[in-house]
T-cell receptor
Framework: GDSVTQMEGPVTLSEEAFLTINCTYTATGYPSLFWYVQYPGEGLQLLLKATKADDKGSNKGFEATYRKETTSFHLEKGSVQVSDSAVYFCALRRGNAGNMLTFGGGTRLMVKP | EAGVTQFPSHSVIEKGQTVTLRCDPISGHDNLYWYRRVMGKEIKFLLHFVKESKQDESGMPNNRFLAERTGGTYSTLKVQPAELEDSGVYFC???????????????FGSGTRLTVV
């Protein structure tokens, strides 16, 4: 079945450091890929998405590129801020497998001033 | 527009008791989903409504869980009787999907944190 694997956290960085959170997936066909973020006390928010190979999703300075050859969708940001502290979830969705999202385990990011 | 609303935000109950979680989707969204995250693990799918009909309930863990969506508006998820392993965060989401829009993500609520003691 479908699965998503992401690096375990927590990831602790200083402000303005470079961020990478690795995400790899297993799925048949051509899934859409997503990054969701959960800030403290809030719900899951869609951060960015990519719907086909080589697409790059971007939002709020975050980027992720859909790499079909390596089945990866790593999240990156060039300079993190304290306000980026949150839990990040990688997820996939296949249109021909119902409408469910398959999530990774989540990665907690802590950014220190 | 108002987002997806979940109530309560937190619930602490004793093992064996009953708890009912409620979700109000975005107005006009026919699709409503329940997910949960148990013990800091991955978020897992529970079920999917299209209007008032259960489209997919393959993720429901057992018959102690009952989901309803009468009238195709808000939904409830009842756990009866609750067990310790049911503790976690229960998320609701809604979307206005179509064949052409399945690539998009959902809008999630803030979740209900359930603690069974």
């Amino acid at each position: 079945g479908d699965s998503v694997t992401q690096m375990e956290g927590p990831v602790t960085l200083s402000e303005e450091a470079f961020l990478t959170i690795n995400c790899t997936y297993t799925a048949t066909g051509y899934p859409s890929l997503f990054w969701y973020v959960q800030y403290p006390g809030e719900g899951l928010q869609l951060l960015l998405k990519a719907t086909k190979a080589d697409d790059k999703g971007s939002n709020k300075g975050f980027e992720a590129t859909y790499r079909k050859e390596t089945t990866s969708f790593h999240l990156e940001k060039g300079s993190v801020q304290v306000s980026d502290s949150a839990v990040y979830f990688c997820a996939l969705r296949r249109g021909n497998a119902g409408n469910m999202l398959t999530f990774g385990g989540g990665t907690r990011l802590m950014v220190k001033p | 527009e108002a987002g997806v609303t979940q109530f309560p935000s937190h619930s602490v109950i004793e093992k064996g008791q009953t708890v009912t979680l409620r979700c109000d989707p975005i107005s006009g969204h026919d699709n409503l989903y329940w997910y949960r995250r148990v013990m800091g693990k991955e978020i897992k799918f529970l079920l999917h409504f299209v209007k008032e009909s259960k489209q997919d309930e393959s993720g429901m863990p057992n018959n102690r869980f009952l989901a309803e969506r009468t009238g195709g508006t808000y939904s409830t998820l009842k756990v009866q009787p609750a067990e310790l392993e049911d503790s976690g965060v229960y998320f609701c989401a809604s979307s206005q999907d179509s064949v052409l829009r399945w690539q998009h993500g959902y809008t999630f609520g803030s979740g209900t944190r359930l603690t069974v003691v």
